[in-house]
């Protein structure tokens, strides 16, 4: 217990420190849903897009230019299918995963606690549990086995946002950079999503 509040008495000096000396910062937490759709390279595979909530905490550093790095808990992934000896198949891929943003933007308008803010910069996935379902579809393509399922991914995200008192919305598209599927050289997957988040500034 000691050390807990040792950890916590740390952290809070140094959120106080960094309010004191860094313009700009703040810090909290923030929720969002994705629409996440799964993009091969075959005209012969299509994709339903999926929908997930998303929870995590963000960072933001600057004033008219800010650095906006986060940790969030996302599911990726979405619905491939195709077709085999004239049979419809469908296979659903979910991808647990922690996500880590590190964002670049400008704000065009500021004026006191409403502004306007583009940004945009890559992010780094790491899926920390995969599934695909049906399982009995697994021994077949498209997904051969889920340990052919890359660990981690990389994307790009751009997207804008809007700031009104403690509260800060964004609206984002994440372009999908890695290959997810690592089992079949002649099928390449990525997953896009649109993202909107809500959070609240703490400071």
């Known amino acids: 217990m000691k050390r807990v509040l040792f ?4 952290l809070s000096v140094a959120v106080s420190f960094a309010t004191a000396q860094i313009p700009g ?3 909290g937490p923030k929720v969002g849903y994705n629409s996440n ?3 091969t390279n075959l005209d012969s595979v299509t994709s339903t897009p999926e929908g997930a909530f998303q929870i995590g905490a963000f960072m933001r550093f ?5 650095f906006q790095p986060e940790v969030n808990y996302i599911v990726k992934g979405g619905i491939i299918n195709d077709v085999l000896d004239g049979e419809d198949r469908s296979q659903e891929i979910e991808l647990k995963s922690i996500t880590i943003p590190l964002l670049l933007g400008v704000r065009p308008v ?5 502004n306007i803010r583009l940004m945009a910069g890559p992010t780094l996935s790491y899926i920390s549990e995969k599934h695909v379902k049906p399982l009995e579809l697994l021994s077949s393509w498209p997904i051969h086995s889920t340990d052919d399922i890359d660990k981690m991914l990389w994307s790009f995200q751009v997207g804008g946002g809007i700031d009104f008192w403690i509260l800060t919305f964004d609206a984002r598209y994440e372009v999908g950079i890695s290959n997810i599927y ?3 050289e002649n099928l390449k997957v990525r997953n896009n999503l649109f993202n909107v988040s809500v959070g609240v500034k703490f400071l």
């Open 7 to 10: 950890v916590a008495f740390l």
């Open 25 to 27: 910062f703040s810090i």
């Open 37 to 39: 759709r799964l993009v």
């Open 62 to 66: 600057g004033q008219k230019v800010y």
């Open 110 to 114: 500021s004026e006191g606690s409403f």
């Open 182 to 184: 690592t089992g079949d």
